[in-house]
């Protein structure tokens, strides 16, 4: 079987340095790893994200990681995902595509799902007091194939 190509290739080809160059934040090496850990595992919480880079910069500390997500954050590189009930803020790629959230209800397992009609906002409220829809946030909440396995569902 040919493999295709194309697959996984937006994680792959992820350039931290450039990422960082395009948003006019200084390149550093510390940085560049908490950005590379990010792209490597989506949704991480700064916690993960800390234990990752600690493997390239030993002794590096967890309120560094945090100002550096922030940093990120701030400048669009890096977005909070909101998920209800999480025991901590998880982090992903900015990509500004209003894609949405399946989780599992038991084990916390977080996918991604495309935006469900393709542009935000997504979703219209049935009233919306006068507001300016800008994008609905939506979280799944599912069982994953595994716990679904395991009865746990
Ligand atoms: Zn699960
Ligand atoms: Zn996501």
């Known amino acids: 079987m040919i493999p295709d190509v194309h697959d996984g290739v937006r994680d792959e080809a992820f350039d931290a340095t450039q990422a960082l160059r395009a948003t006019g934040l200084r390149v550093t090496s510390q ?6 850990a990010l792209a490597g595992r989506p949704h991480a919480a700064v916690d993960e994200l800390h234990a990752a880079v600690s493997e390239q910069i030993p ?13 990120l954050t701030d400048a669009g590189i890096a977005q909070r995902v909101s998920l209800p009930g999480a025991p901590s803020a998880l982090y992903e790629l900015g990509r500004n595509d209003n894609h949405h959230h399946l989780q599992c209800v038991v084990c ?8 469900v009609v393709g542009a935000a906002p997504c979703l219209h409220p049935s009233h919306d007091h006068g507001m300016r829809v800008l994008e609905a946030s939506v979280t799944f909440r599912a069982i994953c194939p595994e716990c679904e396995r395991n009865g746990n569902g």
């Open 108 to 115: 916390g397992k977080v996918e991604d799902v495309p935006c």
């Open 59 to 71: 002794g590096i500390a967890l309120q560094t990681v945090h100002g550096i997500v922030n940093d």
């Open 31 to 36: 940085r560049i790893a908490v950005l590379e």
